[in-house]
């Protein structure tokens, strides 16, 4: 099961994008990524995922890069509601796999 | 839909008081899921089913029993609580995958989560 490395915390002020970049040495060929979003006393809300290359919906960017090896998740113009904890998961498609959460990344979005 | 709901939303035991979580979703996914989350940490996965009568452990499955006897809901149990088991805890679906393009769709949906404090 590939592990991820993220960045502890980042603070951003409102209006700027915001790229948030995980390493993940150790992906398989098999894996995809996949990053959530958590507000305090929520659950973790799915955000984007992808395999290679650039992903975009309505939130979100992902771009990674040919060797996979990392990924950075870009939020465009960040507001106050940005404000949460950010999770990059790696894994295959099928069983208990993309479950490592680790502690993610703590975005604090300044007025 | 409802999505995913948890019971009950708090409660608090006493050291070796046995409870059970209940997880239900409406959306017939075939995953679920059960992981704790402790302050300042991220989550960690105690059990998970893949379908309907299968269980099978996580990271931290001790001192945890689960249940899926039916496809919409998946039970936690605990034995005999214990102060380390204080957290709160969440449960999550998913459907099987979808092969979509480059890559499988697989989004979990979390319920809104269970503190439980034991004493």
């Known amino acids: 099961l590939a592990k991820t490395t993220q960045p502890i915390s980042m603070d951003s002020y409102e209006g700027q994008e915001v790229n948030i970049t995980c390493s993940h040495n150790n992906i398989a060929t098999n894996d995809y990524i996949t990053w959530y979003q958590q507000f305090p006393s929520q659950g973790p809300r799915f955000i984007i995922q992808?395999?290679?290359t650039k992903v975009t919906n309505e939130v979100a960017s992902l771009f990674i890069p040919a060797d996979r090896k990392s990924s950075t998740l870009s939020l465009p113009r960040v507001s106050l509601s940005d404000t949460a904890v950010y999770y990059c998961l790696v894994g295959g498609p099928t069983g208990a796999n993309n479950l490592f959460f680790g502690t993610g990344t703590r975005l604090t979005v300044i007025p | 839909n409802a999505g995913v709901t948890q019971t009950p939303k708090f409660r608090v035991l006493k050291t070796g008081q046995s409870m059970t979580l209940l997880c239900a979703q409406d959306?017939?996914?075939?995953?679920m899921y059960w992981y704790r989350q402790d302050p300042g940490m991220g989550l960690r996965l105690i059990h998970y089913?893949?379908?309907?009568?299968?269980?099978a452990k996580g990271e931290v499955p001790d001192g945890y029993n689960v249940s899926r006897l039916k496809k919409q809901n998946f039970l936690l149990g605990l034995e005999s609580a214990a102060p380390s088991q204080t957290s709160v805890y969440f449960c999550?679906?998913?459907?099987?995958?979808?092969?979509?393009?480059?890559?499988?769709?697989?989004?979990?949906?979390f319920g809104p989560g269970t503190r439980l404090t034991v004493l």
């Open positions: 992808g395999y290679k």
């Open positions: 089913s893949v379908g309907e009568g299968t269980t």
């Open positions: 959306m017939n996914h075939e995953y």
């Open positions: 999550a679906s998913r459907p099987a995958v979808t092969l979509l393009r480059d890559y499988a769709y697989n989004e979990q949906f």
